[in-house]
Every structure is written in C-alpha cells, then in structure tokens.
C-alpha cells in the first residue's frame, strides 16, 4: 500500500483545510468549538483564496477575467 502524503501549505492540502472545517463547523454543537472552528475557517479560507489568485494570476494575462489583487483579498 502505498500513501500519497500531501504538503501541509499545498494548495491542495488548503482546498481539503477548508471542506474539512466546514464540515466540522456544520456539525458541532457547543457555541465555544463552533465559534473557534469559524475562526479556523475564516484563517483557512483567506489563505486559500490567496492561494488561488495567485493560482490564476497566469490565466490572467489571457483570460479577460478580472482577478482582484492579491493584498486586498
């Protein structure tokens, strides 16, 4: 059996980050771990969509889809 370690800071390994927290976030029930899960989610999140427009930032030059800078996100 082989197994498939993915980076901890890949934007894959974010991608799974965030599904991951949401889904806890949508199952918890004490207030304390669901406002700590939507903080970790949020960090997660941002990272992430950083992650992704930096992703696209080579698509831009020829796609005329407009990417909002990555600093504003």
């Keep these: 059996m082989t197994v498939k370690v993915i980076p901890s800071r890949s934007i894959k390994a974010f991608r799974y980050r965030v599904f ?3 889904q806890d976030l ?3 029930r004490d207030p304390i ?3 700590n ?3 970790q989610l ?3 999140a941002t990272t992430l969509a950083r992650m992704e427009v930096q992703a696209a930032q080579p698509l831009h030059s020829v796609t ?3 990417i909002p800078d990555v ?3």
């Design 64 to 66: 005329s889809y407009s």
């Design 26 to 28: 949508w199952n918890a």
């Design 71 to 73: 600093g504003h996100l």
């Design 37 to 39: 899960l939507a903080l």
């Design 20 to 22: 991951c927290l949401g």
């Design 33 to 35: 771990s669901r406002a």
């Design 42 to 44: 949020a960090d997660a």
